[in-house]
């Protein structure tokens, strides 16, 4: 009886799936804001079954996608399913909000990368370069309506579009903590209506990196100012990638800091806030919530806080 529950179930969540999936791909509009619920079913019902009905599950809605879509689509569908699985069953082992992310942010930047590589591989498409060859176009024409910029300006902006694809992989891997992220957001409320426990996340101003990043901070640092390297290596790409994204990291440590801050001063939270959203919107401020990261994780400064 239980297992015909379970099948019975199954079934109901590929259906939900695929609905969902079909609805978003013919009102391309609606997938905007449909792809972060796309690993919603598999997720839950993960979380509720364990791991090995789980696949059943996604097996079964990635055949029917085939068969009413096209062979692309199925491998875009992919990247949901799988990280609506590992999601769902890291929720079904009970691992922390970060845990949760951690494992689906892997396996979202793992399936994002492996669909890549396939349009670049099988299909001759790359969506960043393509991107690329279109904004250096539409500079060309917007340079020819009138002087909106000057002309080394626009050649500036040019060469740094040539770098874009250097930081693909830094792009991809973004993307995939993003999406990740934004899934999470939306999915846990849900799943915990729908009877599944789904932990909390600590306090944002509690919220800290390893100490052991910024070691790979500083090396990967001193790799691109003293290692010689030169743009176009493969060397140079892994390490600059590397590279911004720690700087990302640090710059989340340093926004937590703020937060930690001002919240043992008892000071409002818009305060964080509004500063955060300008330091991040401005250059100048960027670079000292940056270092105030660094500091913070490198010497603990919440802990010397704490003693005062």
Same mark, same amino acid.
């Given at each position: @009886?239980?297992?015909?529950?379970?099948? $019975?179930?199954?079934?109901? =969540?590929?259906?939900?799936?695929?609905?969902?999936?079909?609805?978003?791909?013919?009102?391309?509009?609606?997938?905007? $804001?449909?792809?972060?619920? #796309?690993?919603?079913?598999?997720?839950?019902?993960?979380?509720? /079954?364990?791991?090995?009905?789980?696949?059943?599950?996604?097996?079964? %809605?990635?055949?029917?996608?085939?068969?009413?879509?096209?062979?692309?689509?199925?491998?875009?569908?992919?990247?949901?399913?799988?990280?609506?699985?590992?999601?769902?069953?890291?929720?079904?082992?009970?691992? %922390?909000?970060?845990?949760?992310?951690?494992?689906?942010?892997?396996?979202?930047?793992?399936?994002?990368?492996?669909?890549?590589?396939?349009?670049? %591989?099988? +299909?001759?498409?790359?969506? =960043?370069?393509?991107?690329?060859?279109?904004?250096?176009?539409?500079?060309?024409?917007?340079?020819? #309506?009138?002087?909106?910029?000057?002309?080394?300006?626009?050649?500036?902006?040019?060469?740094?579009?040539?770098?874009?694809?250097?930081?693909?992989? @830094?792009?991809?891997?973004?993307?995939?903590?993003?999406?990740?992220?934004?899934?999470?957001?939306?999915?846990?409320?849900?799943?915990? /209506?729908?009877? =599944?426990?789904?932990?909390?996340?600590?306090? +944002? /101003?509690?919220?800290?990196?390893?100490?052991?990043? =910024?070691?790979?901070?500083?090396?990967?640092?001193?790799?691109?100012?003293?290692?010689?390297?030169?743009?176009?290596?493969?060397?140079?790409?892994?390490?600059?990638?590397?590279?911004?994204?720690?700087?990302?990291?640090?710059?989340?440590?340093?926004?937590?800091?703020?937060?930690?801050?001002?919240?043992?001063?008892?000071?409002?939270?818009?305060?964080?806030?509004?500063?955060?959203? $300008?330091?991040?919107? +401005?250059?100048?401020?960027?670079?000292?919530?940056?270092?105030?990261?660094?500091?913070?994780?490198?010497?603990?400064?919440?802990?010397?806080? /704490?003693?005062?």
């Amino acid at each position: @009886m239980r297992d015909t529950k379970a099948i $019975i179930e199954g079934a109901l =969540i590929t259906a939900i799936f695929v609905v969902f999936f079909l609805i978003c791909f013919y009102i391309p509009p609606l997938s905007l $804001i449909g792809v972060f619920f #796309w690993p919603l079913p598999l997720m839950f019902y993960t979380a509720k /079954r364990g791991l090995k009905l789980g696949l059943t599950v996604f097996l079964a %809605s990635a055949v029917l996608t085939l068969l009413f879509t096209h062979i692309l689509s199925v491998f875009g569908a992919a990247i949901f399913l799988v990280i609506g699985l590992v999601m769902g069953y890291m929720v079904h082992l009970r691992k %922390s909000a970060f845990a949760i992310l951690t494992a689906g942010s892997l396996a979202a930047i793992l399936s994002i990368v492996s669909y890549y590589g396939i349009l670049v %591989s099988f +299909f001759q498409m790359d969506p =960043i370069k393509e991107i690329v060859n279109s904004a250096i176009h539409f500079s060309h024409e917007a340079e020819k #309506w009138g002087p909106i910029a000057a002309e080394k300006e626009w050649q500036t902006y040019r060469e740094s579009l040539t770098l874009l694809p250097t930081l693909t992989p @830094m792009i991809l891997t973004v993307s995939g903590i993003g999406l990740t992220f934004i899934v999470q957001l939306v999915s846990a409320p849900i799943i915990r /209506r729908l009877g =599944i426990s789904f932990p909390k996340w600590p306090p +944002f /101003r509690d919220w800290t990196l390893p100490q052991s990043l =910024i070691w790979y901070y500083f090396i990967t640092l001193a790799i691109l100012i003293f290692g010689g390297l030169e743009n176009g290596q493969p060397l140079f790409m892994f390490v600059f990638n590397v590279f911004e994204i720690l700087e990302m990291a640090m710059l989340l440590q340093g926004i937590t800091f703020i937060f930690y801050f001002f919240y043992t001063k008892g000071t409002a939270v818009a305060v964080p806030i509004l500063l955060s959203v $300008i330091g991040v919107l +401005f250059p100048f401020t960027l670079y000292i919530i940056r270092i105030l990261g660094i500091i913070d994780l490198g010497i603990g400064l919440r802990a010397r806080i /704490r003693k005062q």
